[in-house]
């Protein structure tokens, strides 16, 4: 079935390190692939969106690009802030017998910023 | 505007009762999607609804747990006779209609079982 995988956390940098968060997937067909973010005590939150092969999402200085020849949606950032600790999850939508947009989503990776 | 709401918040029941979750999605928001956050399975999900119907219940871990959505509004996620396994989060989020790819969460109930 179809399954996302992103890299294991905690990831640790200091303020104003680049960021990257890698992230793959399995799927059939041509799913979107999104960023959800979930900050400390708060509900998950749409971070960025792709719906096809090439294309970036970007916000709040982060972006990701849908990489259909690697199967790839990794999510950069060049300066990371203390206020961006938070868990980060990659996530594929797709449609599944022909009724349902479900997301199936990556484990979750912890990023801590330091001052 | 208002965004998904859940209730209640947090929820500690005793191994064996029987609970009820609520959610009360965007205001015209005809899909609504439940998933669970627990530590051992990540985020996964459980069942989808279009208007008050359920296409898809793929996701609910057993016949103890059922859910039900009126006047394509507000759903109910039931459990019953909870055990200790089920102790999660769970989440509700809505989205415009199945063809529009943001879907809004709620800010989840986290339900412990004793």
């Known amino acids: 079935g179809d399954s996302v995988t992103q890299m294991e956390g905690p990831v640790t940098l200091s303020e104003e390190a680049f960021l990257t968060i890698n992230c793959t997937y399995t799927a059939t067909g041509y799913p979107s692939l999104f960023w959800y973010v979930q900050y400390p005590g708060e509900g998950l939150q749409l971070l960025l969106k792709a719906t096809k092969a090439d294309d970036k999402g970007s916000n709040k200085g982060f972006e990701a690009t849908y990489r259909k020849e690697t199967t790839s949606f990794h999510l950069e950032k060049g300066s990371v802030q203390v206020s961006d600790s938070a868990v980060y999850f990659c996530a594929l939508e797709g449609v599944y017998g022909g009724a349902t947009n479900k997301l199936i989503f990556g484990t979750g990776t912890l990023l801590a910023v330091q001052p | 505007g208002a965004g998904v709401s859940q209730s209640p918040s947090n929820k500690v029941t005793e191994k064996g009762k029987d609970v009820e979750l609520r959610c009360d999605p965007i205001s015209g928001h005809t899909a609504l999607y439940w998933y669970r956050q627990s530590l051992g399975q990540g985020l996964e999900f459980l069942i989808y609804?279009?208007?008050?119907?359920?296409?898809?219940k793929s996701g609910l871990p057993s016949d103890r747990f059922s859910a039900e959505r009126t006047g394509g509004s507000v759903s109910t996620l039931t459990i019953q006779r909870t055990q200790q396994e089920d102790s999660a989060v769970y989440l509700c989020?809505?989205?415009?209609?199945?063809?529009?790819?943001?879907?809004?969460f709620g800010p989840g109930t986290r339900l412990t079982v004793t």
């Open positions: 609804f279009q208007g008050n119907s359920a296409p898809d």
């Open positions: 989020a809505s989205s415009y209609d199945r063809n529009t790819y943001e879907q809004y």
